[in-house]
């Protein structure tokens, strides 16, 4: 499962992947400090820096037959 990560001040999305590293955490920050240079990001958290950005779970259009043991839901 992929998630792609929206930024929630600009609604652009900064982010996909299936997990977020720790260079991925770098460029979300560096990403806050350019949108809102008001705020201060040199010591955030990388829980902090997270609440800045939007988590949406990408579906994979393909190769997820493999998933068929889940149930559809319809
Ligand atoms: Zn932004």
Not at 19 to 41: G, Y
Not at 50 to 63: N, T
């Amino acid at each position: 499962m992929r998630e792609m990560l929206s930024c929630r001040h600009c609604k652009r999305a900064v982010l996909i992947g299936e997990r977020i590293t720790p260079a991925d955490v770098v460029e979300l920050v560096h990403h806050l400090a350019e949108c809102t240079p008001d705020e201060s990001f040199d010591s955030i958290l990388v829980e902090e820096s997270l609440w800045h950005f939007r988590r949406v779970a990408i579906e994979a259009e393909e190769g997820t037959k493999r998933d068929a043991r889940m149930p559809a839901a319809r």
